[in-house]
């Protein structure tokens, strides 16, 4: 039987690719040199391949080091979740727990689980990093982050293995400024796009994404209407829209507090629009959930059920 690959040998490895030389790796490990070359080599030996080469005063990882690369940093994290997991399993309600939102989630909506969720579970560590929903998937398809929070429309196709809790539902609304000649518009949305400017999110963001997939069902080509500057967060984008550059799509959960106050008036219209937005607690399919895990996923689910009157019922539905 072979022998298996040797994790601290993988941790030398990494430290290796990572310093640039074997020199930086020895001294940031408090590790002599030789020392250092020596484990390289017995896991050269293991491996039957070469994984550095020198060139020059530089080393270069060989195409066996970059496939060593792939798996060792897999390996090593998959060593970290199982003495996190062993960890909670031994020590009770301690552990870490890793998400991925996106930006108007993250602002408006997750704050409100998370400061909840410390207060009753203050051992459990949170850790949250925000970007774009595509990028929430990789990170969640790939265990990056425990858990995903993003936004989607029925008009969207989630990935393969990813399962979706529904944890808020949402619309869109078109507002803008209440000095604009537009608080009294009467006419049809497709009218108003054709006529006035509007602010809208970049296009590779998830909003600038669900937005063009809303004008493209009113038949609308995106050459059509008039898009006056395009911006890549809700923040900016409300800004632009009180400093009355345009009018634009936003959701109601973002702008609740600028409706209330006047700052924006949303747009009357002769045709119903009130496309729908809905926000998803996600996780991949058929892996290991730490108990912390469990517990903030549960916690928010319950939190769900009481005060946005959605069921367990409902959430468990949409799980595909």
């Known amino acids: 039987m072979e022998t298996p690959v040797n994790l601290h040998q993988l941790q030398l490895f990494c430290c290796i690719v990572e310093s640039g030389s074997y020199t930086q790796a020895a001294q940031n490990l408090y590790i002599t040199q030789p020392a250092l070359s020596l484990q390289i080599k017995s896991l050269e030996n293991k491996l039957g391949a070469k994984l ?3 060139k020059g005063n530089n080393i270069e990882l060989t195409e066996a080091g970059q496939l060593l690369k792939k798996y060792a940093y897999e390996l090593l994290d998959l060593d970290k979740q199982l003495r996190s997991s062993m960890k909670e399993l031994l020590e009770g309600e301690t552990g870490q727990i890793s998400i991925g939102s996106n930006r108007p989630i993250g602002r408006y909506l997750l704050p409100k689980f998370i ?3 410390v207060k009753e579970y203050p051992k459990l560590e949170l850790k949250t990093s925000y970007t774009h929903t595509k990028q929430i998937f990789q990170y969640v398809l790939n265990e990056k982050v425990n858990v995903g929070f993003i936004a989607f429309s029925n008009e969207q196709t989630f990935p393969t293995k990813i399962k979706k809790y529904l944890i808020k539902r949402d619309h869109w609304l078109l507002v803008c400024s209440p000095d604009l000649p537009w ?3 009467g006419g049809t949305i497709r009218e108003l796009l054709l006529k006035a400017p509007l602010i809208g999110s970049m296009a590779d963001t998830s909003q600038g994404e669900l937005i063009d997939i809303e004008l493209r069902k009113m038949g609308l080509d995106i050459n059509e209407y008039n ?3 395009r911006m890549d967060d809700i923040e900016s984008l409300k800004m632009a829209i009180i ?3 345009g009018i634009g799509f ?3 959960t973002t702008i609740e507090k600028e409706l ?3 700052e924006l008036i949303q747009v009357p219209l002769a045709d119903a629009y009130n496309p729908q937005i809905d926000y998803y607690l996600i996780i ?4 290991h959930i730490p108990p912390s895990v469990k517990t903030f996923i549960d916690f928010v689910l319950e939190t769900v059920k009481i005060n946005e009157d959605i069921s367990r019922e409902n959430q468990e539905e949409i799980i595909e």
């Open 183 to 185: 608080v009294n518009w």
């Open 227 to 229: 898009i006056n500057l």
């Open 260 to 262: 209330a106050s006047g």
């Open 243 to 245: 400093s009355k550059l």
């Open 52 to 54: 550095f080469i020198r």
């Open 115 to 117: 400061l909840s969720f």
């Open 284 to 287: 991949k399919e058929d892996t």
């Open 250 to 252: 936003l959701p109601r």
